[in-house]
Nanobody, 121 residues
Framework: VQLQASGGGLVQAGGSLRLSCAAS????????MGWFRQAPGKEREFVSA???????YYAGTVKGRFAISRDNAKNTVHLQMNSLKPEDTAIYYC????????????????WGQGTLVTVSS
């Protein structure tokens, strides 16, 4: 599986961005898709995930502000980010794994290249 993330950019605090992740592979619909982020000097952290049946999971820091969705017909997953805060600034990575949901980065088998999100105050 190859993943290509896009949609990052510079936005003011309170603004919105929508990240997209395009995936190759015939079995996309069976994968758990996740979003992680890594800020400068910090470890990669879980943001959100969606399983094959559409069940969604969120980190506490983004719950209520971010929404993950997937379009299996187009092999894409999106992360709608609203009410952005400066602390959301990071490189955002999409990832995929073949089994059950996990919030641990090392459980994911495939990774995209990352897209930079910068939120100015």
């Amino acid at each position: 599986v190859q993943l290509q993330a896009s949609g990052g950019g510079l936005v003011q605090a309170g603004g919105s961005l929508r990240l997209s992740c395009a995936a190759s592979g015939r079995t996309f619909s069976s994968y758990v898709m996740g979003w992680f982020r890594q800020a400068p000097g910090k470890e990669r952290e879980f943001v959100s995930a969606i399983n094959w049946s559409g069940g969604t999971y969120y980190a506490g820091t983004v719950k209520g502000r971010f929404a993950i969705s997937r379009d299996n017909a187009k092999n894409t997953v999106h992360l709608q980010m609203n009410s952005l805060k400066p602390e959301d600034t990071a490189i955002y990575y999409c990832a995929a794994r073949e089994t059950n949901y996990s919030s641990r980065a090392h459980d994911y088998d495939y990774w995209g290249q990352g897209t930079l999100v910068t939120v100015s105050s």
